[in-house]
């Protein structure tokens, strides 16, 4: 089993920065991509950004230029960083990772969510 906790949102004002923190427990072989989605009320959830095992990076359009996301692979942790908030990147934030564990098939699994909101 595989377990992703998310840490790192909050309130902040417009223009501000946060970072997210999510770290991967369990009983984990190996984890190719991890990523981030978010969702606001009344919206479908959507990707933010993802990271493969690599280090190659995409993001969506809304957030490029704003949003940088990092791993460290040694800690089964990936980041977000997120910079020039708009009150619009207010959302519920998931992070994931597709993870082969060990003696066992490859599978996408999910945090609990850390709320973010950006409001003057």
């Known amino acids: 089993q595989v377990q992703l906790v998310e840490s790192g949102g909050g309130l902040v004002q417009p223009g501000g920065s946060l970072r997210l923190s999510c770290a991967a427990s369990?009983?984990?072989?190996?984890?190719?991509?991890m990523g981030w989605h978010r969702q606001a009320p009344g919206k479908q959830r959507e990707l933010v950004a993802v990271?493969?095992?690599?280090?190659?990076?995409k993001y969506a359009d809304s957030v490029k230029g704003r949003f940088t996301i990092s791993r460290d692979n040694a800690k089964n942790t990936v980041y977000l960083q997120m910079n020039s908030l708009k009150p619009e990147d207010t959302a519920v934030y998931y992070c994931?990772?597709?993870?082969?564990?060990?003696?066992?098939?490859?599978?996408?699994?999910w945090g609990q969510g850390t709320q973010v909101t950006v409001s003057s």
């Open positions: 369990g009983n984990i072989f190996s984890i190719y991509a």
């Open positions: 994931s990772g597709n993870v082969r564990i060990v003696g066992g098939p490859i599978d996408d699994y």
């Open positions: 990271i493969n095992s690599g280090g190659s990076t």
